[in-house]
Every structure is written in C-alpha cells, then in structure tokens.
C-alpha cells in the first residue's frame, strides 16, 4: 500500500497461510516482535524514515497489561518505551504513533488466553501529520 502516503510494514493473522509472510497470532502468554526497523534514519540508510506508526489490531481476547508497545533507540541494543496500549477483547484498535529515533519495535504481549481471532496491520507514514 503506497502512493497514498502510508506503507504496509507488516501484518498478521490468526492463520497465515504458509508462504505468506504475515505474522501468527501469538500464543498464550507469548511476546512477539510486530515489526522493527533495521534503520530510520533516512533514505540513504537503505529506506524510508518513518515519522509514525499506524497500528491496527483486532483480537478476540484482550493483550496483556500494556501489551502493546513501541520502543525506541539510538544504537538497535537499548530500548526505550515510547508509549504502551492495552488492547481489549474483540474491539477493533487504532493507535497512532509518532516515532523519530534511528530505530524503532513494535510488540505484543498476549494474555493468558488462547487466541481465535487475530489481525494486526502496521503502516509507516514519512509525512509529518496530527495524531488523528
């Protein structure tokens, strides 16, 4: 998805089907990477620099406590926690992000439960826009 100012970076599924590339849906208890940037520094680094995240996810039972969260840093080693969301059970979710550091991670605790439906979408966006 580009041409319209927002770039798919990564989605996911309860099932993806094999070859796809989209992420599974994590299982009871688990941590998972959404996505992390190998550089935001600019073009010459080997891509965009993404000013926020657009971060779209569905669930049939709630994350975990703060379960959602984007991080920063100067180096890719240490991490510094930008903002953190709760995401509730079976209520489509849309958090925006600013981000500006040289690297950034999005990830998802999930909660004790077993998960049978997931979706999860993250777009970057390299323009300078409000938060809504």
Known sequence: MSGCGYTLL???????????????APTSGQTITLWQS???????WGGPRWKRLI?????????????????ESVDGTNW???????????????????????YIRVQYQNSANTLTTWEMAILGDTGERGTV
């Open 10 to 24: 990564r989605r996911g599924v309860t099932s993806p089907a094999a070859g796809s590339g989209d992420l599974a």
């Open 80 to 102: 510094r926690n930008v903002t953190s969301y709760t995401i509730s059970a079976t209520t489509y979710t849309k958090n925006y992000v600013a981000v500006s550091a040289p």
């Open 38 to 44: 190998n550089s935001n520094v600019n073009s010459t």
């Open 55 to 71: 971060i779209n996810i569905y669930s049939s039972h709630a994350s975990a406590a703060n379960g959602l969260t984007i991080d």
